[in-house]
C-alpha cells in the first residue's frame, strides 16, 4: 500500500495535512495517535470507506478491514455470519475462517448467538471476518479491545503468521502496546505521521 500526500478536513477543520507512508509486504506496522488525531478518519480512507480531500491511497491485492466497533447481527450465530460472508466473498470454503478461530482460540462458539457472546468475543469474530478471505493487507482498528491476555498474546501469534505469510498488517490504536513486536511504529500527531521507531 502506498499512501502519497493524504490530506482531509471536515468542513474548515483540516484533519490529515499530508499523510505518507509506505505499507510493505511482510510487515506489521502500528500507527498510534491521541484520541481526535484523525486515526479513524486515516483507516477509512485507506480501506475506500472515506474519500480524501487531497492525496492518494494505492494498494495491490484484496484488503481486510476490521473497524473498531463491531458489525454483526445479534440473532445470527458465528457460523452464519461466516456463511453470509462466505457467499459475500465468493468463497469456496471456511479454511481461513477456520483456521483464524483455532488460533484466537473460540472454536467452541461455532453456533452461538453474536447477541450473547462478549465483547471480547464479538472482537474475535470481527477480526476473522476481515480475515476470512486472505487479505494481502488487513487494516486494524483498535483491535484487541476487550481482549484478555490470553487471547491478546494470540492476536500478536496471528499477526506474525500473517507477516511470514507476506502479508501487511496496519495496528491502529491510541496506545503504542507491545513496541517490539512492530517493524514500524508511527506516530499521528498534527496530521502527519512521524517514524517513531523503524526496522533497517
Known amino acids: ?46 480501506s475506500g470507506e472515506l474519500r480524501p480531500t487531497r492525496g492518494s491511497v494505492r494498494h495491490h491485492g484484496r484488503f481486510g478491514y476490521c473497524p473498531q466497533h463491531t458489525v454483526l447481527n445479534d440473532a445470527f450465530t458465528v457460523r452464519q ?43 474475535k469474530l470481527n477480526l476473522t471476518l476481515a480475515l476470512m478471505h486472505d487479505p494481502r493487507v488487513l487494516l486494524l482498528d483498535e483491535p484487541y ?16 503468521r500473517l507477516r511470514d505469510a507476506g502479508r501487511s498488517v496496519l495496528v491502529v490504536s491510541h496506545l503504542a502496546y507491545d513496541a517490539e513486536r512492530l517493524d514500524e511504529l508511527w506516530h499521528l500527531k498534527d496530521g502527519q505521521l ?3 521507531v523503524g526496522a533497517a
Not at 9 to 38: K, Q, T
Not at 145 to 160: C, E, I, V
Request: net charge neutral.
Open 1 to 46: 500500500m502506498k499512501v502519497r500526500e493524504v490530506h482531509h478536513a471536515y468542513r474548515r477543520s483540516p484533519v490529515l495535512r499530508g499523510v505518507d507512508f509506505d505499507l510493505r509486504p511482510g510487515a506489521v506496522v502500528g500507527i498510534v495517535g491521541e484520541n481526535g488525531a484523525g486515526k479513524s478518519t486515516l483507516l477509512r480512507i485507506l
Open 81 to 123: 455470519h461466516l456463511e453470509f460472508f462466505r457467499t459475500a466473498f465468493g468463497l469456496a470454503d471456511l479454511r481461513h475462517a477456520e483456521e483464524a478461530m483455532d488460533v484466537l482460540g473460540f472454536t467452541e462458539y461455532a453456533d452461538v448467538r453474536a447477541g450473547v457472546l462478549s465483547g471480547g468475543t464479538r472482537q
Open 145 to 160: 479491545q476487550g481482549f484478555d491476555w490470553d487471547t491478546y498474546q494470540r492476536f500478536w501469534a496471528l499477526a506474525a
Open 194 to 196: 512521524r517514524l517513531a
